[in-house]
């Protein structure tokens, strides 16, 4: 086996590593998986009582109402899979330079 496919091979089982340890550290805890935007404004609320935010979310100003979940999930997906093909891009630009050059 060459030394890229053990490389890749290693980097693979270190990503689902990765994926799966919050799950498996987690289980039986009743862990919240709730997002940064929530525990930051708990955190501000008990510091400062009746706090009021001084901005909003451009989208919520735009519409007049708060977004629903599941657009705003599929605003973050959307925005995920454009930085995903950005990076894969580049990524194969490098690769394919690199074997023009071997020529």
Known sequence: MKSDSKKVIILLLIAVIIAVMP????RGKNAPF??????A????ESI???YEPWTTPVIEKAIGSEIPGEVESLLFCLQTAIGVGIISFYMGRFVERKKHRGK
């Not at 799950?23 to 987690?26: A, G, K, P, T």
């Open 23 to 26: 799950f498996v550290v987690l």
């Open 34 to 39: 709730g997002g940064t935007d929530d525990m």
């Open 41 to 44: 404004g708990g955190v501000v």
């Open 48 to 50: 400062e009582e009746g």
